[in-house]
Every structure is written in structure tokens, then in C-alpha cells.
């Protein structure tokens, strides 16, 4: 087994162990919290998979993207499970009905977007696809849906496991994903500069403004809405994106554009939270 296979498992067991935990901590007043506010709701679906699609289309036409990048920013657009959301969401000042509620009913609904996204996106672009639909749906069964489902019955069944299965749960899935991040940034840093034009840099940070704004626009006007919706938007979890860019395209190198997205999405996404920080802490100071 390679690095390469190494570095995508630890990616893959993190993100399932992150949607395991959301399963282990969304409870029946989650979901109804975002069905009881369906215009919320249907903003939330259109931003993350309508809009942020749809300006990844218009990055293809109108730019010279290299395939990488568009192909990076296509599995990014229609990746559902953002990474370690509740710490940012918490940071930013959001409320965690909302993300866990969001979290779980963008899983569910990857069921059907995530491979009928990738079938469109092929047809639009008139590209073979290097696998079909099932394979895709086997990637969110596996990497989304089961260990979603895992944790909703165990947090059913076994509330006292699941309140102490959490945190170390959490813990470990962080830790596989710095460690695979770190891995992903020594093993391109290389290639990280030789991919690393100023068009693809410039449609990354394109890509993750564009969802900041999208996001907090379409979450308001309460904030503490807008900052989830907007982290949610703007940042996706790397490895759904990397499996879906794997799979489709075989043989291909997505790993460095991947990795030039975790940077500038963790570099660019700290001034919007400490804005919204202030925010938050200047509302609760007002009596």
C-alpha cells in the first residue's frame, strides 16, 4: 500500500468519523429546527447546490482553467459534508441546531445530487466519465450515509456510549485529517507550486469568497444562520472531493490543486470568522 492509498484512507476515515459524530449529536429537534424554517432550508440547498455549481460552470466556460483545477472545483461545488463545521460554527457565532440539522439533511440528499451533479457536469462539458453513478453512490454510502446512520442508532439505542464516544471519536477523526492534510502538503508541496498559476489560485479564492458571500447572504439576516451557511458553502471536506475526482478520473493528479484549496480556504476563512466573532459578541453586549 502507498503513501498515495494511505493518505486517502486516513482522509476517508476522518470524514467518517466527523458524520459519525454528527449522527452522535444531532438529535429530532436538529431536523426540526431547519424543517420548521423551510424557507431557510431551501436557501441552504440552492446556495450550496444550485448556485455554487452553477458559478463553477461559468469558471469552465469563461476561464482557461487547467482540467485539475476545474475538475477540483466541480467535486468541491457539489461535495455535501463540509470538515469539523461545529467548531467553526461555534467560533463564528452560528447555533448548532441549524448545522447539524444542515449537515444531516445535505447528507441525505447526496444520495441523489452528488452522482446526478457528476453525470451533468460530464454531459455539459462532453467528458467520459471513468466510472459510473453507482460507483459514486458507493462513495457516499460508504464515506456519508453509513456512518451517519451509525451514529443516529447509536445515539437512539445507546445514549450513554454515544455522550462518551464523541469526543474521542471527534479527536481522532481531527487528527487523521491533519495528519492526512499535513501528508497531502509534503508529498505536493512540489507539485503545489508547479500547479499553482495564477489562474488556478485565482478561481480557488474565486471559489471560496464566492461562498462566503453566497452563504451569508442567503443565510440571513440573523447571523448566527448566516455564518453557518456561509462556512458551509465555502469550505468542503477534501477527501469527498478527492474520492469523487479519483473516481471519476483515474490516473489523473488532484492532489496538489486539493491541497492549494485547504490552504487558501484556511487562510481566507479566518477573517470572516473573527468578523462575525465580533458580531456575536457586540449583540450579547447589547441589553
Known amino acids: 500500500m502507498d503513501a498515495k492509498v494511505l493518505i486517502l484512507l486516513a482522509l476517508k476515515i476522518a470524514i467518517a468519523g466527523t458524520v459519525f459524530t454528527y449522527g452522535l449529536q ?120 453509513a456512518p451517519l446512520a451509525a451514529g443516529l442508532v447509536v445515539a437512539r439505542l445507546m445514549p450513554e456510549i454515544a455522550s462518551r464516544l464523541g469526543t474521542p471519536v471527534r479527536r481522532i477523526a481531527t487528527l487523521l485529517l491533519i495528519a492526512g492534510g499535513l501528508a497531502l502538503l509534503l508529498g505536493t508541496w512540489q507539485a503545489i507550486w508547479s500547479t499553482s498559476s495564477v489562474t488556478t489560485v485565482t478561481a480557488i479564492v474565486a471559489f471560496i469568497v464566492a461562498g462566503l458571500l453566497i452563504g451569508h447572504w442567503l443565510g440571513g439576516p440573523a447571523h448566527e444562520h448566516a455564518s453557518v451557511l456561509a462556512l458551509s458553502t465555502a469550505s468542503r471536506h477534501p477527501a469527498i472531493a478527492l474520492a469523487i475526482s479519483a473516481a471519476n478520473y483515474p490516473g489523473e493528479q488532484f492532489a496538489p490543486t486539493l491541497a492549494l484549496y485547504l490552504i487558501l480556504c484556511t487562510v481566507l476563512v479566518i477573517p470572516y470568522v473573527k468578523w462575525q466573532q465580533g458580531r456575536s459578541q457586540l449583540s450579547s453586549s447589547i441589553p
Open 26 to 145: 444531532a438529535n429530532r429537534d436538529d431536523l426540526l429546527y431547519i424543517v420548521h424554517r423551510p424557507g431557510l432550508l431551501l436557501r441552504s440547498l440552492i446556495g450550496m447546490l444550485v448556485v455554487m455549481p452553477l458559478l463553477v460552470v461559468a469558471s469552465v466556460y469563461f476561464l482557461n482553467l487547467p482540467q485539475a483545477t476545474a475538475v477540483v472545483l466541480t467535486a468541491l461545488a457539489i461535495s455535501p459534508i463540509p470538515p469539523l463545521l461545529p467548531k467553526k460554527h461555534k467560533k463564528a457565532g452560528g447555533i448548532a441546531p441549524y448545522g447539524l440539522g444542515l449537515l444531516v439533511v445535505l447528507a441525505l440528499v447526496s444520495i441523489i445530487t452528488v452522482p446526478v451533479s457528476v453525470v451533468f457536469f460530464d454531459w455539459l462539458f462532453a467528458i467520459p466519465r471513468g466510472v459510473g453513478p453507482d460507483t459514486l453512490l458507493k462513495i457516499v454510502l460508504s464515506m456519508i450515509i
